[in-house]
């Protein structure tokens, strides 16, 4: 039998890189000092909000029945089912937030003009037969600078960023999702777990995610009801790092994206179980699930990451008896030619045990510290497990374990003691 070791889980004390989402140009963008709106500027216009408007504003249902007087919930909020903007206070309820939105207005005038003069100091420059490299680029920063200081005040602008509504084409709706990715929570979660179930440096060898991957999976089922059911059941977010049962995950999961750069670019998708027991060394070795090389993505790309290509098909996890809990890793990686398409001959049955990753990413270019997406889960052995063996895998399951003590006793426990 085997006995079951873990190696190679040493503690990783690299830290998380929180990248800077506005460069030192920004410092140059923001020198120029923005004089005190003049006093004719006119005021926002915007007629007063009616009793109705601020019911919808604050999403507060009119009772309906005995007792029923609070909040009920949300209606969905995007760009398919998108909602209104509405101030949350009238005109002339509170002056001094009719100055800010004044001020707020003119300034944004002032880097609007700036930023008109920039791109047409960046069009002579572009019209030059021996063009300044070095100028070029500057200017190209600074635009995309002034492209975002000149409307991420807006309150409008920043409502639709923070629900769901944001034009992932406009620079500065990409600038404030990125932002809230990397700085409230949801970026900070995943290397967290990345780190603490030791992904990194089991897997690879660093990483740095430059997009949102989120995996969405079937919501487990009750405990009170059989696991193989004919309910459908809703597709639900799963949160890094927690364990699933093996009877969500049978089919594919549903892949979530959002790219902050507008350009097509290739990246090869993957998934990974990092531990599946090597009996003949005493340790534990990798199993490749899923590969989709050559999937396109930018920030206008559809989501959830249609999926039609079917390159090496979808093993469901099948997290062996007698083992524990088995980390599975989904990777989306950037190729090294962003436009360049890769062939990558399709594994065998065979070949899928101990994939090595390491030497696949060298061998075709992808590097998880360039940029990327990752996600991971948990899961260890039930019932349904045997039935993948038995329907998918078409093979006998096998069952691992401790080697059993000795008994010492064996022999004269087998002899009759009253004769």
Do not use: C
Not at 8 to 24: E, P
Not at 337 to 359: D, K, S, W
């Amino acid at each position: 039998m085997f006995a079951l070791r873990r190696f190679g889980r040493a503690s990783v004390t690299s830290g998380i890189r929180r990248n800077a989402t506005v460069s030192s140009v920004a410092a140059e963008a923001s020198s120029t000092t923005t004089p005190p709106p003049p006093a004719q500027v006119p005021e926002q216009t915007s007629e007063p909000v009616s009793s109705e408007t601020s019911a919808q504003a604050s999403n507060v249902s009119s009772p309906k029945g005995k007792g029923r007087t609070g909040p009920f919930k949300r209606p969905a909020i995007s760009l398919e089912k998108p909602r209104q903007y509405f101030r949350p206070i009238g005109v002339g309820v509170l002056p001094a937030y009719d100055e800010a939105l004044k001020y707020i207005k003119y300034d944004s005038v002032a880097r609007k003009d700036e930023l008109a003069s920039y791109k047409e100091a960046l069009a002579k420059e572009l019209a030059k037969e021996e063009k300044d490299e070095d100028e070029v680029e500057r200017l190209t920063e600074k635009v995309h600078i002034l492209e975002i200081q000149s409307e991420i005040n807006i309150p409008s602008i920043r409502w639709k960023a923070n629900n769901g509504m944001a034009d992932l084409n406009k620079p500065v709706y990409r600038h404030l999702v990125e932002k809230r990715w990397r700085e409230e929570g949801a970026l900070d979660l995943l290397m967290e777990r990345i780190h603490q179930m030791n992904v990194v440096p089991d897997l690879l060898p660093s990483l740095h995610p430059s997009l949102d991957l989120r995996v969405n999976y079937p919501e487990a089922p009750p405990k009170s009801v059989y696991l193989r059911t004919r309910i459908k059941r809703r597709y639900e977010r799963v949160e890094p790092g927690v364990y699933l049962l093996p009877e969500q995950t049978r089919k594919p999961p549903r892949l979530y994206t959002t790219v902050f750069h507008t350009d097509p670019r290739l990246y090869t998708l993957l998934m990974v179980d990092l531990d599946v027991p090597d009996e003949e060394n005493r340790t534990f070795q990798t199993y490749l699930h899923w590969m989709q090389p050559n999937l396109t993505l930018s920030s206008s790309s559809p989501s959830p990451i249609p999926l039609s290509t079917s390159h090496t098909s979808y093993i469901p996890p099948h997290p062996q008896r007698g083992t524990p809990y088995h980390r599975y890793v989904i990777l989306l990686l950037p190729q090294q030619n962003p436009t360049e398409r890769i062939h990558i001959p399709v594994p065998t049955q065979a070949e899928r045990l101990g994939f090595n990753y390491r030497a696949f990413a060298e061998k075709y270019g992808l590097d998880g510290s360039k940029g990327g997406g990752a996600h991971m889960f948990r899961e260890v052995w039930d019932d349904t497990v045997s039935q993948i063996y038995r329907n998918v895998l078409k093979t006998d399951e096998p069952v691992y374990g401790k080697l059993p003590k000795p008994d010492p006793y064996a022999e004269i426990k087998q002899v009759k003691k009253y004769i």
